[in-house]
């Protein structure tokens, strides 16, 4: 996606730790126009899909994800990240090592808001070592529901995410991919 790789060529930082801070469009200050182009990206490459839900992991996932669920018309379930009061009953549970806070989470879902009817779209900001995808994954697959395929606005393909998120038999769509990334140069995936 030729609008997304311009944002990161002007305005993505790289921080030690193959970090790429994209925080002034994405996931911190958030840029509508642009994430409207995102919606409208993913709507086209899933369109044959029947998308029932989408799901997504606290915290930048969820913006994005409510974006492009409003081009399928569907909800969007977020997992939550630590034991919450507001969590009642039944819930999915999945272990998961955390990238940026190099620290082990649970993704909580609740059982009542994934159905085994449901097909579901998995989307996410990055895609890194692979592991918040996994846990949505599993917790999908614990449901029963189906995975109709994983949406990643950027894919740092240097990670092993793309490689174990296909690995489990998960059509994974990334709207850029990230082949290498240093202060000076930052290469696209053609
Ligand atoms: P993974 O589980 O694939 O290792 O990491 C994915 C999660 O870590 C994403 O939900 C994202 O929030 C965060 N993440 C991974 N790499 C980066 C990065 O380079 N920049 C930012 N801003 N977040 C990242």
């Known amino acids: 996606m030729e609008l997304l790789k311009e944002y990161i060529r002007k305005y993505g930082v790289v921080r030690p730790g193959n970090i790429l801070k994209v925080d002034s469009f994405l996931n911190h200050q958030m840029d509508i126009a642009l994430l409207n182009r995102i919606g409208e990206e993913f709507k086209n490459i899933f369109a ?6 989408i799901l997504t992991i606290e915290a930048s996932g969820i913006g994005i994800a409510c974006i492009v669920a409003q081009y399928f018309n569907v909800p969007v379930v977020f997992a ?3 034991e919450s009061l507001n969590l009642d009953g039944d819930l999915y549970t999945s272990k998961c090592f955390s990238f940026t806070k190099n620290r082990e989470y649970t993704a909580l879902v609740s059982k009542k808001y994934i ?3 449901d097909n579901i779209l998995l989307i996410d900001d990055f895609l890194a070592n692979g592991r918040a995808m ?5 917790i999908v697959n614990q449901s029963k529901a189906k995975i109709a395929g994983a949406g990643i606005v950027i894919e740092k393909g240097f990670q092993e995410g793309g490689k174990l998120v296909r690995d489990a038999g998960v059509q994974l769509e990334s ?4 082949d290498s990334m240093s202060d000076s140069d930052l290469v696209f995936r053609e």
Do not use: E, N, Q
């Open 115 to 117: 159905l085994p009817d």
């Open 134 to 138: 996994l846990a949505l994954i599993d």
């Open 48 to 53: 044959d899909k029947k998308i029932t839900k």
């Open 80 to 82: 939550k990240k630590s």
């Open 175 to 178: 709207l850029v991919v990230i």
